[in-house]
């Protein structure tokens, strides 16, 4: 028998189908899969299957290519990936001090004055946070290998095809599930989990609606591709169904930057293949030109069903101010921190835990990634991630300098621009789902062409032998991606946690202790795990003051701007008899942005002016809340006069400092201190006569005088000038029914009542119109307005009211209703007193029940008149 080889086009088609690289090919189908599904990539439990079909693609692909008699092939683009690996490597290193200095003087410092101190001495790495450079070396490994695998993978057609049409139509996917939930009107994913820190328009497996705009950007563009190169056209239609469903998806996200540089790239397609019109003819123009204005369409109609949320989208960036007040504004920031780390970066993943040191203004979200690729590059891995980043976008350049491009590589790599211009403002990169279907398109096109298509750009790959040596160096790489795992399961959040249920459970100070120090090894820039510690040691009192401010001021070098750890150690300096540099502490929490810390807490503990200056910040308005405050403390007013000559002394010349002498004849008409409150009105007089203010503040002199008319005649002037002012026209009739101008004061409320927008203001005129109305003796419409406004501003004082009008009218079952309402707005231990108001309304309306019984008992007249009328008639109490 004789045996004749295959021929070499039956030789391609069988290498084409070796079950090795069918497999490698369903692994990394998996992951394009599987990272979506995991919350976009934001799962915990992602890392594990991410390193697992990583790997398992990259040797399946290595042993398909060593039967099939293939190389192995190294493009440009995994050279950034490959260095980033060793990079991070690097960083997980422990070093000795003298070493650590010079590679990254930060690390060095923490160590000295935070690590040394406590206890814990040993050496250090360079990251700031090991346990997410850990998790963020498998990543990176995970990233090599499946972009390793995808170039193998899609040198055959059929596989390439695939791979990129699971990248289309699991984009179409994520899309149908966010319509099915718009559809059913359910707004948590599957009805079983609720985004609690986000509100995405469009619940789908994505919560933050920026990274879901990303995704479905490249998703549509690889659809379009598809679309384009897709013969016959009947077979094209899934796919440009595909790209539609994920255009629409990115218009209903209403991520700003999303749509814009999803625009961008089927703009830079357009021009790409414009560019190929001269080349390839008309008739492929034509067909382009449909599939773009048909995905077009999509858009439009995506507009128009989201037209009034885009505009808004639209209006909250309308101008270049308030870009500025965006996450751009927080740039230079991060450039100074990234300034600090030179060399070697903070650490890959420890921007979480380190950037608060050198966050130098207020923000009450926690800043997770620079939502910026270039500063991401910058802070976590320093100078070498910037050149790194320079290769990647290098390689990127060649690709699309290859002369033999079709449309679906143009359009990948359209998307792909795209997708990169847009994580110049966002972190999706960040997440795998969108990390592993860029490095599978880019494998696409990356990959080795056939025999006689070979272009410039493929000298610059590096081709290896698939020898058992380097299959065995993959499986070594994917075991430590998996070992890699078991210190990277140490979370930021899960050791805040655990070390915050322990001190909230109040258990002893020396365990908590003892875990602190436990975790704060593990996370050494993690600020929250030394002010735990403070706030367990501060329970001691002044015990503990010295412990509290040895942790506290660990928190506070970390973290400057944390307010909480400025309070704690601002009681520990009090309890040391540190006045002056305790209310200081105040006052930074303040400034960092703790808007209690003076009023609600400090102002309780001053006793001089001394302490009040101390705290006293650069801002006349809040040296007057402070004198309010006192003002209406009992037993504080002399302090608030005196800490008011102290601030009028303080800010002279600044703006305010009226405010503040007003303030002052306030205060001296309340302690019936006349010819005081008479002076500091003069004052204010020669300061700013002009001002409304002034004006009212002297028929306020002119009441407590006395001078009960005048000083009515001169608000009803204010008034006749400034008709339109509505807190004008409370203030008149209000001094219109102290002065028993009821039916004046009536009227004045009416005359502005037209003018009343806000719900809190009309809340207020109907209450001052039922004080009228009561005083009148219209009960039963005062009560009507009480209920009015108790709905438009429900609180416990307004239902207060509404129910003791209700038992003056002896509705006591409508009352204990309403002091019930109020009860369910009071804090628990304020409710004693209004439960005993309504146990008395209880009682009150069983009493009158059991009267009228007795009474209909023994009148049988009056039995039978009520049943004429319908039920028993209420006593009529007005005129």
């Not at 005088?705 to 001169?714: F, P, Q, T």
Request: proline share 5%; hydrophobic share 50%.
């Amino acid at each position: 028998m004789s045996y004749s080889p295959p021929s070499p086009r039956m030789a391609s088609s069988y290498r084409s189908c070796s079950r090795y690289t069918r497999l490698a090919e369903a692994a990394l189908a998996a992951l394009v899969v599987v990272c979506p599904l995991a919350l976009g990539g934001a799962a915990r439990w992602v890392s594990w299957p991410l390193m697992g079909l990583a790997g398992a693609a990259a040797v399946l692909a290595g042993i398909g290519a060593r039967r099939q008699g293939q190389s192995l092939r190294f493009p440009l683009l995994a050279v950034p990936l490959a260095a980033s690996v060793v990079l991070c490597a690097v960083q997980l290193v422990p070093l000795p001090q003298g070493l650590l200095r010079v590679l990254s003087p930060e690390a060095a410092a923490l160590r000295e004055f935070a690590l040394e101190p406590l206890g814990l001495t040993g050496a250090r790495p360079v990251s700031l946070d090991p346990s997410a450079t850990w998790r963020e070396l498998s990543k990176h490994l995970a990233y090599l290998l499946t972009f390793l695998a995808a170039v193998q993978v899609c040198r055959a057609r059929d596989s390439r095809r695939r791979l990129l049409a699971v990248v289309a139509f699991s984009g179409a996917a994520v899309v149908v599930v966010g319509l099915g939930h718009g559809l059913l009107g359910v707004h948590s994913l599957f009805g079983l989990r609720p985004w609690v820190h986000a509100r995405p328009t469009l619940v789908t497996f994505f919560a933050n609606p920026n990274h879901l705009a990303g995704f479905l950007g490249l998703t549509a563009s690889v659809g379009v591709g598809l679309a384009l190169t897709t013969r016959p056209r009947s077979k094209a239609l899934p796919f440009a169904l595909a790209a539609g469903a994920s255009g629409l998806g990115v218009v209903l996200s209403l991520s700003r930057g999303g749509i814009v540089f999803f625009l961008f790239g089927q703009a830079l397609l357009m021009l790409w293949l414009v560019r190929q019109r001269r080349e390839g003819g008309a008739p492929r123009w034509a067909r382009s030109t449909a599939a773009l204005l048909g995905l077009l369409a999509v858009l439009a109609v995506g507009a128009y069903v989201a037209a009034d949320q885009l505009w808004a989208e639209a209006r909250s960036a309308d101008s270049l101010e308030k870009l500025g007040q965006s996450k751009v504004s927080l740039w230079p920031m991060m450039a100074r921190a990234a300034l600090e780390f030179p060399v070697l970066g903070m650490g890959r993943g420890a921007f979480e835990a380190a950037f608060p040191r050198y966050q130098s203004e207020p923000n009450p979200n926690t800043l997770t990634h620079p939502e910026n690729a270039v500063l991401q590059a910058a802070t976590e891995l320093g100078l070498p991630g910037l050149l790194l980043l320079a290769v990647a976008v290098w390689g990127f350049v060649r690709l699309l300098r290859r002369e033999d491009l079709d449309a679906l590589e143009l359009a990948a790599l359209s998307g792909v621009a795209a997708l990169g211009l847009h994580n110049l403002f966002d972190f999706s990169w960040e997440l795998p789902a969108c990390a592993v279907a860029t490095l599978l398109v880019l494998g696409a096109v990356a990959r080795p062409r056939e025999r006689g298509k070979a272009t410039a750009t493929e000298g610059t790959q590096v081709s290896l032998a698939p020898s058992l040596v380097l299959l065995g160096s993959v499986v070594v790489l994917m075991g430590v991606g998996l070992l890699a795992l078991v210190p990277g399961a140490h979370r930021l959040a899960d050791a805040e946690a655990e070390l915050a249920a322990l001190v909230a459970a109040r258990g002893p100070v020396d365990a908590v202790h003892a875990k602190g120090l436990e975790l704060i090894d593990r996370h050494p820039s993690d600020y929250l795990l030394y002010r735990l510690v403070a706030s367990a040691h501060a329970s001691r009192g002044g015990e503990g003051a010295g412990d509290t401010l040895a942790f506290v001021n660990r928190a506070l070098y970390l973290a400057p701007r944390d307010s909480v750890s400025h309070r704690v150690a601002g009681r520990a300096l009090l309890s040391l008899g540190r006045r002056s540099q305790g209310f200081l502490e105040y006052r930074l929490a303040h400034e960092a942005g703790d808007t209690g810390a003076l009023l609600g807490e400090a102002i309780r503990r001053v006793r001089t002016v001394e302490d009040l200056s101390s705290m006293t910040p650069a801002s006349t308005e809040v040296a007057g809340r402070l004198m309010d405050s006192l003002r209406n403390t009992p037993g504080r007013q002399e302090l608030a006069l005196a800490y008011g000559a102290w601030a009028r002394e303080h800010f002279e010349g600044q703006h305010g400092v009226t405010e503040l002498w007003a303030r002052e004849a306030r205060l001296r008409l309340q302690r019936k201190e006349l010819p005081e409150a008479e002076a500091a009105c003069t004052e204010v007089e020669r300061r700013e006569p002009e001002r409304l203010d002034t004006a009212l503040l002297r028929a306020e002199v002119l009441k407590g005088k006395g001078e009960r008319d005048a000083s009515l005649g001169a608000v009803e002037a204010l008034r006749a000038r400034h008709p339109a002012n509505v807190e004008l026209a409370f203030t008149l009739a209000s001094w219109q029914m102290e002065a028993g101008l009821t039916r004046r004061a009536r009227e004045t409320l009416q005359s502005v009542g037209g003018l009343i927008s806000d719900y809190r203001q009309r809340a207020l005129l109907l209450s001052m119109e039922a004080e009228g109305l009561e005083r009148e003796g219209f009960l039963t419409r005062a009560v009507e307005r009480r209920q009015t406004a108790a709905r438009l501003v429900p609180s416990p004082d307004a239902y207060f009211a509404v129910a003791r009008l209700q038992e003056t009218l002896r509705r006591y079952d409508a009352a204990a209703r309403s002091v019930r309402e109020g009860l369910g707005l009071l804090p628990p231990d304020s409710r004693e007193a209004a439960r005993a108001w309504v146990s008395r309304l209880e009682s009150a309306e069983e009493a009158r029940v059991a009267a009228r019984r007795k009474e209909l008992m023994e009148d049988p007249r009056a039995q039978e008149l009520e049943h004429l009328l319908g039920g028993p008639r209420e006593p009529p109490v007005e005129p």
